[in-house]
């Protein structure tokens, strides 16, 4: 059976920059986080600036952190939604889930059709409070299957009792 996706989806929200800098240090303490943000691939969130001053307007934002569980965190921003999801239901994602959506609930309707990207003053933007991460998950092994007998065209070929095999 497949493991259930958490995911939760928000339209016509403002964000800051300093909303998603907190989002890519909550990503980032779950592991290696890559960020994207339309065609460039960002070393950290305060290069989001450059990418505001070269392109103006920002099409996609992707942050993508990966669990030393092995799921994966997705933030995604578009200008017709966001979108935070993760793959399992391990504890570290949970907290940074839990954390992420409860930033973006707080966060009022902005009463246009789409999601928009505001620049937050410098020097305002403060570290979140982070969870402390659980020891690494052991995960259930592998079924293993256990033949008893053998095939039936493998019985035919074996040699009768008493018959010396060549």
Known sequence: ???????????????????????AAL???????????NAYVLGDMDEVHQVLAEDVVVD???IQSESSDGGTLTFTFQSGYVLVEISDPLPDLQS????ITE???????N????????????????EPK???????QARPAAPTVTLVGSHPARQAASPPAGATAI
């Open 60 to 62: 996609r934002i992707t």
């Open 1 to 23: 059976m497949p493991t259930p996706r958490l995911k939760h989806v928000y339209s016509a929200i403002t964000l800051a920059t300093n909303d998603l800098r907190t989002i």
């Open 27 to 37: 990503a980032q303490h779950l592991g290696p986080t890559s960020i994207r943000a």
């Open 111 to 126: 009463g246009l059709a789409q999601c928009v990207i505001e620049n937050s003053a410098t020097g305002t933007w403060r």
């Open 130 to 136: 982070l969870w402390a991460r659980m020891p690494k």
């Open 96 to 99: 940074a889930f839990t954390a």
């Open 103 to 109: 930033l973006l609930a707080a966060k009022a309707p």
